[in-house]
């Protein structure tokens, strides 16, 4: 094998949108906390995009139930 090549990790079951959202809830918590503009603004940027985590994953499962 060369250096170029890795293999994939293997994935296992997508975690539950709620995982996602607890995860935006207690990010956003900290961004309310955090004293410097730059912290608040990044943990405001981690909560959105484990929302957006947690659209996909309802979105994945509507798709499979249809």
């Known amino acids: ?3 170029s090549s890795m293999p994939s ?3 296992g079951p997508p975690l539950p949108a709620d995982y996602y959202r ?4 207690r990010v956003r918590k900290l961004a ?3 004293t410097t503009p730059a ?6 940027g981690v909560a959105l ?3 957006r985590l947690a659209e996909r994953v309802e979105n994945a499962l509507v ?3 249809s």
Do not use: I, S, T
């Open 49 to 51: 995009e484990y929302e």
């Open 39 to 44: 912290v608040k603004d990044h943990l405001c």
């Open 1 to 3: 094998m060369n250096g």
């Open 32 to 34: 309310g906390e955090a």
């Open 22 to 25: 607890r995860h935006a809830a």
């Open 63 to 65: 798709l499979d139930q």
């Open 9 to 11: 990790p293997a994935l």
